[in-house]
T-cell receptor, first 114, second 110 residues
Framework: DAGVIQSPRHEVTEMGQEVTLRCKPI?????LFWYRQTMMRGLELLIY????????DSGMPEDRFSAKMPNASFSTLKIQPSEPRDSAVYFC????????????FGEGSWLTVV | AQRVTQPEKLLSVFKGAPVELKCNYS??????LFWYVQYSRQRLQLLLR??SRESIKGFTADLNKGETSFHLKKPFAQEEDSAMYYC????????????FGTGTLLAVQP
């Protein structure tokens, strides 16, 4: 398996633009997580899904952030409109229930908003 | 509420020196604790978890419920251990929520 696949790997965008980050979890995994990594705050859980259903979105910072999981093999994290303080690395991770709670991370999407 | 605290942002040691990366947690029930590692330009990966009581790459971590700690230790650091280390907690029950600390950057000097 190729692991969790994220795109784009790097994105630079102007303030106010819409940003869409994409994630393909590991096949057979039924939980998906979106994390944001910054120097100051470390890894923050934004939202997670079980069986494509959002379970906990309490970490989503503002209404500008939204996430969807239309099917078991695809999820998006959208920021609209983007702001410079959204600059961070966004990680997607997935897990299969009963696998000892190990979650597997993607390589991250490096977002810079100027 | 679940909370993980890693008090040190940076820990710098010389090769061969002992290493201890501190992690304290706050959780009212019986947590599951993990250590994840992120090498330069690589994805986060699981290093070890307390329920396995294993040693990976010479690292060990013991869950101390009295002190609510899960410190990561290695007796002799190697240069290839230089990486970002994250302590993580998963609460009990049906929740899948995995909460991370802010991370500690370990720099092993030659």
């Amino acid at each position: 398996d190729a692991g969790v696949i994220q795109s784009p790997r790097h994105e630079v965008t102007e303030m106010g633009q819409e940003v869409t980050l994409r994630c393909k979890p590991i096949s057979g995994h039924n939980s998906l997580f979106w994390y944001r990594q910054t120097m100051m705050r470390g890894l923050e859980l934004l939202i997670y899904f079980n069986n494509n259903v959002p379970i906990d979105d309490s970490g989503m910072p503002e209404d500008r952030f939204s996430a969807k999981m239309p099917n078991a093999s695809f999820s998006t994290l959208k920021i609209q409109p983007s702001e410079p303080r959204d600059s961070a690395v966004y990680f997607c991770a997935s897990r299969r229930q009963g696998s000892g709670n190990t979650i597997y991370f993607g390589e991250g999407s490096w977002l810079t908003v100027v | 509420a679940q909370r993980v605290t890693q008090p040190e942002k940076l820990l710098s040691v010389f090769k061969g020196a002992p290493v201890e990366l501190k992690c304290n947690y706050s959780y009212s029930g019986s947590p599951e604790l993990f250590w994840y590692v992120q090498y330069s330009r690589q994805r986060l990966q699981l290093l070890l978890r307390h329920i396995s009581r294993e040693s990976i790459k010479g690292f060990t971590a013991d869950l101390n419920k009295g002190e609510t700690s899960f410190h990561l230790k290695k007796p002799f650091a190697q240069e290839e251990d230089s990486a970002m280390y994250y302590c993580a907690l998963r609460g009990g029950g049906a929740t899948n929520k995995l909460i991370f600390g802010t991370g500690t950057l370990l720099a092993v000097q030659p």
